[in-house]
């Protein structure tokens, strides 16, 4: 089964721009589709965006929608996720996941999750 391993959160001011990082572990990483969820202090784990195994397909949530951008290098077994013109509302603990079934949006075929990184962003 695949590990992940996020990296790359930190404290930014509004309208700065971050990009999150997910190195998998494994040989099987490009047979696995690949998301970011997110969850905000109080709430719960909310979909941000996600990738087909051959990256042809991307899908992300309304709030950050030409904003952000997923992507994923095979040779490097990695997803990122860039993040622009960040608001405070992107305050979260940001999850990497990764499903064997691309559903765009859904929570419920992953397979594994990472173990999370913070992004705190000051207005």
């Known amino acids: 089964q695949v590990q992940l391993v996020e990296s790359g959160g930190g404290l930014v001011q509004a309208g700065d721009s971050l990009r999150l990082s997910c190195a998998a572990s494994?040989?099987?990483?490009?047979?696995?589709?690949m998301y970011w969820f997110r969850q905000a202090p109080g709430k719960e784990r909310a979909f941000v965006a996600s990738?087909?195994?051959?990256?042809?397909?991307?899908y992300y949530a309304d709030s950050v929608n030409g904003r952000f951008a997923i992507s994923r290098d095979i040779a490097k077994n990695s997803v990122y996720l860039q993040m622009n013109s960040l608001k405070p509302e992107d305050t979260a603990i940001y999850y990497c996941?990764?499903?064997?079934?691309?559903?765009?949006?859904?929570?419920?075929?992953?397979?594994?999750w990472g173990q999370g990184t913070q992004v705190t962003v000051s207005s």
């Open positions: 996941a990764a499903s064997r079934i691309y559903v765009p949006a859904s929570p419920y075929t992953i397979a594994a």
């Open positions: 494994g040989r099987t990483f490009s047979t696995y589709a």
């Open positions: 990738i087909s195994g051959n990256g042809g397909s991307t």
